[in-house]
Structures are given as C-alpha cells and as structure tokens.
C-alpha cells in the first residue's frame, strides 16, 4: 500500500467509525463511578445513549472520552496531509511523517512493520 493509500484508508476508517458511534458528546457521570477492590472503576456515557459499556477502569474510561475527543482533529490531519500534497504531485503523495505514523496506527499497521516508501 502506498503511504497516499494509507492515507486514505485510515481517514475512511474514521469516517466510518464516526458515522457508526454514538455522537458524543462522552462523559463519565459521578454517579457512576465506584471502586471495587481498591480499584476506581467508571461508566462512559453519551449524550445519545445511557451506558456505552460495562464498569471498567477508571482510566480506561478516561481515556476513551479523551479520544474520543480527538477524532475530527485527526481527521483534519489525514486530510490536510492529502489535500496539501497531492495537490502538489501527480501520482503518490509526498507525505508528512507524523500524518502516515498516525495513519498507521489508525489501519492497525505496526510502526516496526510498515512498509517502505517503495512498497
């Protein structure tokens, strides 16, 4: 896959993603929130639904809500990165390093596995 396909691919895959999740906004409610054995846990909740999920960490759920939050900024990242270079060339993209690394993470490609400009 070239990096333009990457890309492209990754930034479809949040498209879908995002067209398929609830909304949001996400939020943790303070009426759940427990600790269990010593352990914080939390419910994610939306503005759509009542409970997204199960009890789980107290972190975990931070950290959805925090990602969840990032989503239309890397999704103007995948798509500045497209527009501002293949404006530019004819073919394969000369791309951003950051925007195919997030690409790649987003397509599920490890960093140590991916592919060489070539391939």
Known sequence: MTPCEELKAARARLEELRAKA????WGIE?????????????????S?????GNWMGLESAKLIVALHRTIDTQMSILTEALDDYEAVLVGDCAYPPLALRLARSINGVSQQETPTDSD
């Open 22 to 25: 609830d909304p949001g906004p």
């Open 30 to 46: 303070a009426d759940d929130y427990a600790v269990e054995d010593g352990t914080e846990l939390a419910i994610v909740h939306s």
């Open 48 to 52: 759509e639904m009542a409970d997204i």
